[in-house]
């Protein structure tokens, strides 16, 4: 299963929205809405940000957004804040027990 | 809290065998699936397998079948993930994470994403 693909960075200004894309295929990211998305400080722990394509776990702010198109799925900050500077990686699960991750993108806010 | 506290780095030959610890606390350790998920230098993350722990049942990735296993000591809330026949490519950092579910009785309601992760583990292998 090849893995989804990522922009490897991408920048905005602070307050400024930036969005994340995450391209598959009609036969994983088109079929499938378990789409999740994860916060990954180098060093740190990954935090789950976005699940299931669009819903927010308690605690992370609402101007991280989830959002699917055809093929696409992307992630964007409304309002980038300089704390939101780190590694996202988006994840899908397809079933019979198969994950598959993106590349990484690295966002800068500067 | 619920945290997933995984063992230290290790430093392999190839042709070796390494063996990762996850120690799970702050909820019940048998509610949740755990995955291994691995990053190599300059890659994207990587899907291993994951155990059940409250029957153990496995699922590996395809790629690891015949040389990754997955295991839990229940009554230390422990799984284990052990790789085998060790080559470069497999110099990474390692992390357990929880699968967002939740397990009654017997039977389980995985959420197919991760809401805690392991601090991560460095495995480097080298001659």
């Known amino acids: 299963q090849s893995a989804l693909t990522q922009p490897p960075s991408a920048s905005g200004s602070p307050g400024q929205s930036v969005t994340i894309s995450c391209t598959g295929t009609s036969s994983d990211v088109g079929a499938y809405d378990y789409v999740s998305w994860y916060q990954h400080h180098p060093g740190k722990a990954p935090k789950l940000i976005i699940y299931?394509?669009?819903k927010r776990p308690s605690g992370v702010p609402d101007r991280f957004s989830g959002s699917i198109l055809g093929n696409k799925a992307a992630l964007t900050i409304t309002g980038a804040q300089a704390d939101d500077e780190s590694d996202y990686h988006c994840?899908?699960?397809?079933?019979?027990?198969?994950?598959?991750f993106g590349g990484g993108t690295k966002l800068t806010v500067l | 809290q619920v945290q997933l506290m995984q063992s230290g780095a290790e430093v392999r030959m190839p042709g070796a065998s390494v063996s990762l610890s996850c120690k799970a606390s702050?909820?019940?350790?048998?509610?949740?699936?755990i995955h291994w998920v691995r990053q190599a230098p300059g890659q994207g993350p990587e899907w291993m397998g994951l155990?059940?722990?409250?029957?153990?049942?496995?699922i590996y990735a395809q790629q690891f079948q015949g040389r990754l296993t997955i295991t839990r000591l229940t009554s230390a809330s422990t799984v284990y993930m052990q790789l085998n026949s060790l080559t470069s490519e497999d110099t990474a950092i390692y992390y357990c994470?929880?699968?967002?579910?939740?397990?009654?009785?017997?039977?389980?309601?995985?959420?197919?994403?991760?809401?805690?992760w392991g601090q991560g583990t460095l495995i480097t292998v080298s001659s």
């Open positions: 299931e394509v669009n």
């Open positions: 155990i059940i722990p409250i029957g153990g049942t496995t």
């Open positions: 994840v899908l699960y397809m079933g019979s027990g198969i994950w598959v």
């Open positions: 702050g909820y019940s350790f048998t509610n949740n699936y």
């Open positions: 994470s929880r699968d967002a579910g939740y397990c009654s009785g017997s039977a389980c309601y995985p959420a197919k994403n991760f809401d805690y």
